[in-house]
C-alpha cells in the first residue's frame, strides 16, 4: 500500500491537502482509504475554517468524490461552503 498526498487550492483562499492510500489487486492500483483531509486558510480576503469532510468512493476504487464542508468569513459576513473534489487512481497507480 502507498499513501499518496494532493494539494488543491480554492477559490475561497483555501489550501486542502489530501491524504489517499492506494492498494494493488490483479497488477491494478486502486484507492483503498482517505487517511485524512485538512485544509489551510490562505486568503488574504477572509478566514476559511473546516468543519469536516466526506467522502464518497466509486469506481471500484477507482475514483474518490471528496466534500469538504467549512465556513468562509470576511467582513463580518459569514458563509458555509461545500467544496467538492475528485481524485481518481491510474492503473498504474498515478493520482489524478
Known amino acids: ?12 483562499g483555501a489550501v486542502l491537502t489530501v491524504s ?23 486568503s488574504s480576503k477572509g478566514k476559511w475554517t473546516q ?6 468512493m466509486i469506481d471500484g476504487g477507482r475514483t474518490y468524490d471528496i466534500s469538504v464542508g467549512g465556513k468562509f468569513s470576511s467582513n463580518g459576513v ?7 473534489v475528485e481524485f481518481y ?6 493520482v489524478s
Open 1 to 12: 500500500m502507498n499513501v499518496k498526498n494532493a494539494l488543491l487550492s480554492t477559490a475561497l
Open 20 to 42: 489517499l492510500v492506494n492498494g494493488a489487486s490483479a497488477g491494478r492500483q486502486f484507492f483503498s482509504d482517505v487517511n485524512s483531509v485538512t485544509s489551510k486558510d490562505t
Open 89 to 94: 487512481c491510474s492503473e498504474t497507480g498515478v
Open 51 to 56: 468543519s469536516g469532510y466526506s467522502t464518497v
Open 78 to 84: 459569514i458563509s458555509t461552503h461545500n467544496i467538492p
